[in-house]
């Protein structure tokens, strides 16, 4: 499968696409304020480039439980400079990590071809025609308010993704331009977590996948470790996911996940 960024393209299947986290943010979970000067923040793009990232995911307001929500203009101010900085020296695609369609339409016109919803195109019932007009594509995450489902968790899964599909449909988005993540992490326990890590190969029915453990307080527990010490955790479902079929892996160390993933590729994909 062709996923089009606009001008540019990624074939999905062949091997693992590497996205590189760039959050621009004072408060993240794992390097909250040290990418929040632009200068530091290219250079660590750039970086991140040069060490295998296919794409690199700029966010302007953490997400992690308990983190402050911040004003579109606040969001603005911090990804903007970036993207356009980011976009005149990289030919790598770019994402904008929001769940606001003024952040993600300004992203786009500063250069930006992807759009990161961690609410799948269901809390902003803009983000969709936002998708369409510029004909991006989108990466939609599952989410939920609390860790309480009524159903097994990957059937709980699956539901959301058929309503952010059936929106997608609804504004003539093709399925081929929407990326899954079952948003690990998000909305889930830790038991929920890894059950998902589990069964990821149930979800492959409905589209290309993408996985996001990098560093997230599930590999923390088992390790009992801090954020950055937590690379190995990483490579562990990070072949895991390979494994069962994922397209695409969200990383903070792209180095070590670019290389772990051309072993397991070889190894696994035909």
Not at 194 to 207: D, F, K, P, T, V
Not at 211 to 221: I, M, N, Q, V, W
Request: hydrophobic share 40%; aromatic share 4%.
């Amino acid at each position: 499968m062709i996923l089009k960024f606009r001008d540019k393209k990624l074939e999905l299947g062949k091997r693992t696409i590497i996205m590189g986290i760039l959050n621009i943010t004072p408060d993240s979970f794992s390097d909250g304020g040290e990418y929040i000067d632009i200068y530091k923040s290219i250079y660590h793009a750039q970086k991140m480039v040069e060490d295998g990232a296919d794409i690199i995911d700029v966010g302007g307001e953490s997400t992690r439980p308990g983190s402050k929500i911040v004003s579109i203009d606040e969001e603005l101010g911090r990804v903007i400079p970036v993207i356009e900085e980011l976009s005149q020296i990289t030919n790598v695609p770019i994402s904008i990590d929001t769940y606001k369609h003024e952040v993600a339409e300004a992203a786009i016109l500063a250069g930006a071809s992807i759009i990161n919803d961690i609410w799948g195109l269901q809390k902003d019932k803009q983000m969709a025609v936002i998708a369409k007009k510029y004909n991006v594509p989108v990466i939609a995450m599952h989410n939920h308010d609390g860790n309480e489902y009524e159903k097994d968790i990957i059937e709980e899964i699956k539901m959301f993704f058929n309503k952010t599909l059936k929106i997608a449909k609804e504004n003539n988005i093709s399925k081929n331009m929407i990326i899954l993540d079952p948003g690990i992490g998000f909305g889930k326990t830790y038991e929920q977590n890894i059950e998902i890590i589990q069964r990821l190969e149930e979800l492959r029915e409905l589209g290309p996948i993408l996985l996001g453990t990098s560093r997230k307080s599930t590999l923390g527990k088992i390790l009992d470790l801090p954020p950055k010490d937590r690379i190995e955790g990483t490579l562990a479902t990070t072949v895991i996911g390979i494994q069962k079929g994922v397209d695409i892996v969200r990383v903070h160390d792209v180095l070590e996940k670019k290389r772990c993933a051309m072993v397991a590729d070889k190894i696994l994909r035909k």
